[in-house]
């Protein structure tokens, strides 16, 4: 998800407990918790779109999941 998607989804928002509701899969990477998506370096949450780029970009963007999914998981254990 970029900040733009996430932009859309809020729009469709019906109540504050949506809006809580939408989160950048990067927020739960260890290194860009404490990123606030409202701020400057926002831009660092973003997760890029691999499509139709050489192979190392899909690599780049594993690894960007790979770093997030673990603190993704523990949020869902709460």
Same mark, same amino acid.
Not at 28 to 57: H, M, R
């Given at each position: 998800m970029?900040?733009n #998607?996430? =932009?859309?989804v809020? @729009? =469709?928002?019906?109540n504050?407990?949506?809006i #809580? @509701? *939408?989160?950048?899969?990067? =927020? +739960?990477?260890p290194k860009l918790i #404490?990123?606030?998506?409202? @701020? =400057?370096g926002a831009?660092?949450?973003?997760v890029?779109?691999p499509?139709?780029q050489?192979i190392?970009?899909?690599?780049e *963007? +594993?690894q960007?999941v ?5 603190g993704?998981i523990e949020? +869902? @254990?709460v």
């Amino acid at each position: 998800m970029d900040l733009n #998607n996430r =932009s859309e989804v809020l @729009k =469709s928002a019906r109540n504050q407990a949506d809006i #809580n @509701k *939408v989160m950048m899969l990067r =927020s +739960f990477d260890p290194k860009l918790i #404490n990123l606030d998506t409202t @701020k =400057s370096g926002a831009e660092l949450l973003q997760v890029p779109d691999p499509w139709g780029q050489e192979i190392t970009a899909y690599r780049e *963007v +594993f690894q960007i999941v790979d770093s997030a999914i673990d603190g993704l998981i523990e949020y +869902f @254990k709460v």
